[in-house]
């Protein structure tokens, strides 16, 4: 049986400062981490973006164990969509590594809950190594997407929980991170600090990500600035990617920062908690029907 190495991508751009919460969370398990950022500082859209260089110097930091590789090139492609432009990135982002195993690929807005029991259910499933191409599958998690915060904590799509392929065994990308793999989906959360930022980062967003020409991004930015305390309870449809797809429900969670966020989401009150396990349990089911 091969053996089960977790190789981990990181892209970073205009949300590098996220870098500082995600990485430290999965990387004690990692064999090799590839940390890739554009070496102009350019979008997937094009546009160049503000980027604090000393953030470089802090990865080298933390790499106490040399496992970590900075690969800066040139990812945008003026005649691609953005969309392109990211699987792009992803795939040469993932040629990187020396030795093959599970590729992982985590954004710097994702924190994951536990990456040390999901490295455990990825040695589970190690015999998808020994010949990936006669065995391609893809491995998923769910996403617990924020959607705002104020100055009190953070609103919180409770449900749904969003299905996200983040491992294969061959990284050969189609579509993102997706490589039309049969699909293995775990329990396993991340937190996706996808809306929880300021309006200037949210525009810059809505910019510049891949999916910037699937939707109205000025009434999904409308929708978004007018969400308060006093409205949160009556909001639906937060996916602007697939609107109406995922009728859903917010809850507001009281936190600092997102440090306190995550403590309070692993130690969550009972009634979120069982709100959460109940919906992934559901899905699941209706996953492996």
């Known amino acids: 049986m091969s053996e089960s190495r977790i190789n981990i991508v990181f892209l970073i751009s205009y949300d590098y400062a996220f870098i500082k919460t995600s990485l430290p969370l999965v990387y004690k398990w990692a ?10 500082r350019c979008s997937w859209a ?18 106490i164990d040399d496992k970590i590789i900075v690969y800066q090139d040139d990812f945008y492609v ?4 953005a969309m392109q432009n990211e699987t792009r990135q992803r795939q040469l982002s993932a040629n990187k590594f020396s030795k093959l195993g599970w590729v992982v690929q985590i954004d710097v807005d994702e924190y994951f809950l536990n990456f040390g029991a999901f490295a455990n259910q990825l040695k589970k499933y190690s015999h998808y190594l020994d010949n990936p191409a006669k065995q391609k599958v893809d491995i ?15 609103f919180v799509v409770a449900t749904p929980l969003q299905p996200i392929r983040i491992a294969t065994n061959y990284p050969v990308y189609h579509v993102a991170r997706a490589t039309n793999s049969f699909t293995i989906f775990t329990p396993f959360i991340m937190v996706h600090d996808t809306w929880a930022r300021s309006e200037e980062e949210i525009m810059m967003k809505v910019k510049n990500w891949g999916h910037k020409d699937d939707f109205d991004t ?39 920062s997102i440090e ?22 559901q899905k699941l089911s209706k996953l492996w029907a």
Do not use: C, M
């Open 218 to 256: 000025a009434s999904f930015f409308k929708k978004w600035k007018d969400l308060t305390s006093k409205n949160y309870k009556t909001y639906k449809n937060f996916n602007p990617v697939k609107p109406y797809s995922d009728l859903g429900k917010l809850v507001f969670i009281k936190a600092s």
């Open 31 to 40: 064999n090799e981490i590839v940390i890739s950022i554009d070496k102009n």
């Open 140 to 154: 998923a998690v769910h996403w617990l997407n924020l959607f705002k915060r104020n100055e009190e904590g953070y």
């Open 260 to 281: 306190e966020l995550l403590k309070n989401i692993l130690i969550p009150k009972p009634h979120f908690f069982k709100l959460i396990i109940k919906n992934l349990k």
């Open 78 to 81: 003026p005649s691609h969509t």
């Open 46 to 63: 094009g546009n160049k973006y503000a980027f604090d260089e000393t953030i470089i110097a802090w990865i080298k930091e933390q790499d």
